[in-house]
């Protein structure tokens, strides 16, 4: 077959120029209204039926010969005839005056296949057009449609910027107010500072002033009391802004959630009024970006004025805080002191105190005398004219020699008790003898990781605790790892409360040479650790990276050297997530102190 369109094909190409318009351009055969009728396929290419039928047709396809265009037929009969190419024998014959005596034709006669030709061409022209018109009507209609939604969108966009624009400049002018705020607020806090270095230098001045005043100089030690009670009061007003620093620190350190209360309409269309944000309020520039951490500054700052303004807990610890300051009343001794000749005051040695003399008597008086001591070390006294008081004779030595000034014994310091809590694991490695390793932990830092901590050193009732458990991985002057009560392999292990792992909180406290802290078991989605009973003691120098938040919750106070040694046992590697220490170091006991 595919030879015989190849031969068809050459012979259409040769004879191209002497063909006719009615003849077949595969077969040259003249078209009829039989086998040879002319059939039109969708490329307007016309050939005869036979052509068609037997080098075109195949599997419910034709393929063109001129240009392999395929046209989707079920049968070659369901073809058009082209119109344009009439059989001959459906022609009507020649009138009479048109043909050649020899019965051969005069000339070529054609006929039109259109009575249109015959009618008015305005009627065609009009027809023409309705078909137009109707045929762009849809064409007309989206046009429309398209230029209508435009305008919409334009006008619905005019207005959301117009209102963002304003919207914009109003959080422009709120920032530019509030970059003042924090100017005012920033030039308030450089000058308190540099008030406070001052009064440093006072209170360190009157300190030593007060080491070296005599005990019986009253006057310098009320000058003294007076300058100390001045400092007092302005420190009061620190003592409010220590305590709203630790409020703001304390803030830094959570997590807050944003949900939405009252949820639009079109939020609840969009399936998002439940949506949260967790966000914490501990940011940097550094790693964060602008809008985050001003977004956690205003949140700190809303807190912060919100807990300090009606929280009444927070207002009694600046009156816990005064109630501890010193406030007993000073003795006033000048009834019974009287000074005829002020003595230089090493305060402030410009200003003379003269005391009047009382008339009574009964009064203890006291004179003041200016004592110069000579070369060899004697005193030589200037007194007054008035009697020798009691306390001038009481002063007096048997064997004068040089002045003895008495001094007012200055109290010792004394270092304060923590009141942190303290747990103890008693230790022993294989038979050796037992030791004790004491850890100060920080409820104030961590109070979720302390109180499960505490709660397994004392051990739970269904026997859950450290007591018992051991020692199953080391690593040379590095680290501990333990609280596997289960397993004792870093497989196993269970928090104190009723779930497995808890959250726990966001810790700054560092990882430092003795700390302890937990082992993370599950990471959530916001980056936050949940422990179990796991820990992890820090024993020698770190070079790690350092974290803004750790899992430390205290540190080593007692037997550190001993866990130094037990880091230096060798550990086994059971699977790829356990391990085992060559020598057992068992935790016999735990507890609180």
């Known amino acids: 077959q595919a030879y015989n369109c190849l031969i068809h094909f050459y012979k259409r190409i040769i004879t191209m120029s002497s063909l006719a318009l009615d003849i077949c351009n595969s077969c040259f055969m003249l078209y009829n209204s039989t086998d040879h009728a002319p059939l039109i396929l969708s490329c307007y290419h016309t050939y005869c039926r036979t052509c068609v039928d037997t080098f075109m047709f195949l599997n419910q396809q034709i393929t063109c010969?001129?240009?392999?265009?395929?046209?989707?037929?079920?049968?070659?009969?369901?073809?058009?005839?082209?119109?344009?190419?009439?059989?001959?024998?459906?022609?009507?014959?020649?009138?009479?005056?048109?043909?050649?005596?020899?019965?051969?034709?005069?000339?070529?006669?054609?006929?039109?296949?259109?009575?249109?030709?015959?009618?008015?061409?305005?009627?065609?022209?009009?027809?023409?057009?309705?078909?137009?018109?109707?045929?762009?009507?849809?064409?007309?209609?989206?046009?429309?449609?398209?230029?209508?939604?435009?305008?919409?969108?334009?006008?619905?966009?005019?207005?959301?910027?117009?209102?963002?624009?304003?919207?914009?400049?109003?959080?422009?002018?709120?920032?530019?107010?509030?970059?003042?705020?924090?100017?005012?607020?920033?030039?308030?806090?450089?000058?308190?500072?540099?008030?406070?270095?001052?009064?440093?230098?006072?209170?360190?001045?009157?300190?030593?002033?007060?080491?070296?005043?005599?005990?019986?100089?009253?006057?310098?030690?009320?000058?003294?009391?007076?300058?100390?009670?001045?400092?007092?009061?302005?420190?009061?007003?620190?003592?409010?802004?220590?305590?709203?620093?630790?409020?703001?620190?304390?803030?830094?350190?959570?997590?807050?959630?944003?949900?939405?209360?009252?949820?639009?309409?079109?939020?609840?269309?969009?399936?998002?009024?439940?949506?949260?944000?967790?966000?914490?309020?501990?940011?940097?520039?550094?790693?964060?970006?602008?809008?985050?951490?001003?977004?956690?500054?205003?949140?700190?700052?809303?807190?912060?004025?919100?807990?300090?303004?009606?929280?009444?807990?927070?207002?009694?610890?600046?009156?816990?805080?005064?109630?501890?300051?010193?406030?007993?009343?000073?003795?006033?001794?000048?009834?019974?002191?009287?000074?005829?000749?002020?003595?230089?005051?090493?305060?402030?040695?410009?200003?003379?105190?003269?005391?009047?003399?009382?008339?009574?008597?009964?009064?203890?008086?006291v004179v003041s005398s200016k004592i110069n001591n000579n070369v060899a070390g004697q005193a030589t006294k200037t007194v007054s004219g008035k009697p020798v008081s009691f306390s001038d004779m009481a002063k007096k030595q048997a064997n004068p020699a040089a002045a003895v000034v008495k001094r007012i014994p200055f109290p010792e310091k004394t270092i304060g008790q923590t009141n942190r809590p303290h747990c103890f694991f008693k230790m022993q490695v294989d038979n050796q003898p037992p030791f004790r390793v004491v850890f100060e932990l920080r409820p104030d830092m961590a109070p979720k990781m302390v109180e499960n901590f505490v709660k397994l050193c004392k051990g739970l009732p269904n026997g859950k605790g450290y007591k018992g458990s051991k020692i199953y991985r080391a690593k040379d002057d590095d680290h501990l790892l333990g609280g596997d009560f289960e397993n004792n392999d870093g497989t196993g292990g269970h928090s104190a409360s009723e779930e497995r792992y808890v959250l726990a909180e966001q810790c700054p406290l560092r990882d430092h040479k003795g700390a302890i802290r937990m082992r993370g078991q599950e990471r959530t989605m916001d980056g936050r650790c949940k422990i179990g009973s796991q820990f992890m003691i820090w024993v020698g120098d770190l070079e790690y990276k350092e974290y803004r938040f750790t899992l430390v919750f205290g540190k080593v106070v007692e037997g550190f050297d001993q866990l130094q040694e037990i880091s230096r046992i060798k550990a086994v590697q059971k699977s790829p997530t356990s391990w085992v220490l060559r020598q057992t170091v068992n935790v016999i006991d735990s507890g609180v102190l």
Not at 77 to 91: E, K, M
Not at 200 to 218: A, R
Not at 269 to 283: G, H
Not at 306 to 312: L, P, Q, R, S, V
């Open 65 to 365: 010969l001129s240009c392999s265009k395929v046209t989707q037929a079920t049968s070659v009969s369901s073809l058009p005839q082209n119109p344009y190419l009439q059989p001959r024998d459906s022609i009507s014959p020649l009138p009479p005056y048109l043909r050649k005596p020899s019965g051969s034709t005069v000339e070529d006669v054609y006929y039109s296949d259109s009575d249109e030709e015959k009618s008015n061409s305005g009627v065609s022209e009009e027809l023409k057009r309705n078909l137009i018109i109707n045929s762009q009507k849809n064409n007309i209609n989206l046009i429309s449609e398209i230029l209508d939604t435009n305008m919409q969108s334009i006008q619905k966009s005019k207005s959301t910027r117009k209102i963002k624009n304003e919207t914009l400049n109003e959080t422009l002018s709120a920032v530019e107010r509030l970059k003042i705020k924090l100017e005012n607020d920033i030039k308030n806090n450089k000058k308190q500072a540099k008030i406070l270095i001052e009064i440093e230098k006072k209170s360190i001045t009157l300190s030593q002033q007060f080491t070296e005043v005599d005990g019986t100089d009253y006057n310098s030690i009320k000058f003294i009391y007076q300058e100390g009670s001045k400092i007092q009061k302005i420190l009061k007003a620190e003592v409010d802004v220590s305590n709203v620093h630790m409020l703001e620190r304390a803030i830094c350190q959570s997590t807050v959630k944003i949900n939405f209360d009252k949820a639009d309409k079109f939020l609840t269309d969009l399936k998002a009024e439940n949506d949260q944000i967790y966000m914490k309020l501990s940011t940097s520039l550094e790693n964060d970006s602008e809008l985050i951490f001003l977004s956690t500054f205003m949140l700190k700052s809303l807190f912060t004025d919100k807990i300090a303004t009606h929280n009444k807990c927070f207002k009694n610890l600046s009156e816990i805080e005064y109630d501890h300051m010193p406030s007993r009343q000073f003795e006033d001794l000048s009834k019974f002191v009287d000074v005829t000749e002020a003595k230089s005051n090493p305060i402030h040695s410009e200003v003379k105190v003269d005391m009047p003399i009382s008339a009574k008597s009964s009064q203890w008086n």
